[in-house]
């Protein structure tokens, strides 16, 4: 517990913090296109873009990190 304090404290622990987060952007940011890209087929049923809709929805929140 005492070295993550002293690593977030020298700066090393905020290059965690920042690689760890990058790290969970990354694969977000990639999913949300792809659910974009399939929402924007016209061939859609109803059914299937409400479920694209509600994948997609959820991802806007984690990106703030």
């Given amino acids: 517990m005492v070295d993550a304090e002293e690593n ?5 622990g905020l290059d965690i913090i920042s690689s760890i ?11 949300k296109g792809f ?3 399939a929402m924007k ?3 859609l049923s109803l059914e299937t ?7 997609w929805n959820p991802s806007g929140g984690c990106r703030s990190l």
């Fill in 41 to 43: 087929d016209p061939e």
């Fill in 8 to 12: 977030t404290n020298d700066g090393h």
């Fill in 35 to 37: 659910l974009e890209l």
């Fill in 49 to 55: 873009r409400e479920k694209l809709k509600k994948a």
């Fill in 21 to 31: 987060t990058h790290e969970l952007r990354t694969p977000i940011n990639s999913t």
